[in-house]
């Protein structure tokens, strides 16, 4: 797979209308990365990040209020990936250019396996909070 081509598809979407709209925001600022502009790309880079803190801790903060079980893996997967984030940002101010078009083609089959597997099991787990809250919101969300 080549980030240039990587975009959001419904290979992504987790019939969870909350969380697939904030994936597209990061599918979007993500598949930025790859764009072939120096200049630009630690300006690129820290709306990456800037999402990213809202969008782990939105997850975090929905774990925390639903007793979800597996939260402490799920919330170390988005501390780790932030970090790596940081340290490419530090490291590209530094000279390390190099580094960033690695984080743009690896940060794609991280979020791909991400979504697979963590968020995955938490969208399945939100639905069915849903459904034995209020099935209103089932039917309008
Ligand atoms: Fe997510
Ligand atoms: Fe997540």
């Not at 630009?40 to 990040?49: G, H, M, N, S, Y």
């Not at 991280?110 to 787990?125: G, I, K, P, Q, S």
Request: charged share 25%.
């Amino acid at each position: 797979m080549t980030s240039a081509t990587w975009g959001w598809s419904d290979r992504l979407s987790l019939s969870y209308t909350p969380m697939d709209e904030t994936h597209k925001e990061f599918v979007e600022l993500c598949a930025a990365l790859s764009e072939n502009n120096p200049a630009t790309f630690i300006e690129r880079l820290d709306q990456l990040i800037v999402h990213s803190v809202a969008h782990f801790e939105q997850e975090n903060q929905w774990m925390a209020e639903g007793n979800f079980p597996p939260a402490g893996c799920h919330k170390q997967e988005h501390d780790s990936v932030l970090e790596i984030m940081r340290e490419v940002r530090r490291r590209v101010e530094a000279g390390e250019t190099d580094l960033g078009e690695r984080l743009a083609e690896e940060l794609p089959l991280w979020f791909e396996h991400h979504v697979d597997t963590m968020d995955n099991m938490l969208a399945r787990f939100m639905a069915n909070n849903a459904v034995s809250n209020s099935p209103a919101e089932v039917v309008a969300g």
